[in-house]
Nanobody
C-alpha cells in the first residue's frame, strides 16, 4: 500500500517561511508526478503546486506564484514545498499527492487537478498568524 507522509507544518507569523516535506513509500517515486494541495476550513481543496516525474517541469497555483517553490529528491523519495512570504490566507491543511501514473505526462501543468492523483497523504496543518 502506497504511503505518503507529510511533515514540516506548524504555526508561523505572517511574512515567515516553512518547508513541507512528503516522503513516499511503496510507489515508484521517480516515475510519478507529485503535487501539493491545501484545504482551509469551509473551502474546497485548492491546487498549490505540482512537479513532473523528471523534476524538469513545475507548476504553481496562482495564489502562491512567486512565494512557493516545489522540488523533489528522488534518492530520498521526497517532495518538498518551500513556502515564503506567508500570509494568513495560506492557513490550511496541506496535502501531498502522488500521481502514480508511470510517467504519463511530462508537463506538470497537467497535474493541477486533484483527479490526476491516485494517492494522498493525511495532511499537515499550516497556520499563519497576522
Amino acid at each position: 500500500q502506497v504511503q505518503l507522509v507529510e511533515s514540516g507544518g506548524g504555526s508561523v507569523a505572517a511574512g515567515g517561511s516553512l518547508r513541507l516535506s512528503c516522503v513516499a513509500s511503496r510507489v515508484t517515486f521517480s516515475h510519478s508526478a507529485m503535487g501539493w494541495f491545501r484545504q482551509a476550513p469551509g473551502k474546497e481543496r485548492e491546487f498549490v503546486a505540482s512537479i513532473s516525474f523528471s523534476g524538469t517541469s513545475t507548476h504553481l497555483g496562482t495564489s502562491v506564484k512567486g512565494r512557493f517553490t516545489i522540488s523533489r529528491d528522488d534518492a530520498k523519495n521526497t517532495v518538498f514545498l518551500q513556502m515564503g512570504s506567508l500570509k494568513p490566507e495560506d492557513t490550511a491543511v496541506y496535502y501531498c499527492a502522488a500521481a502514480g501514473d508511470d510517467k504519463k505526462y511530462y508537463d506538470a501543468v497537467y497535474y493541477r487537478y486533484a483527479h490526476t492523483y491516485a494517492y494522498w497523504g493525511q495532511g499537515t496543518q499550516v497556520t499563519v498568524s497576522s
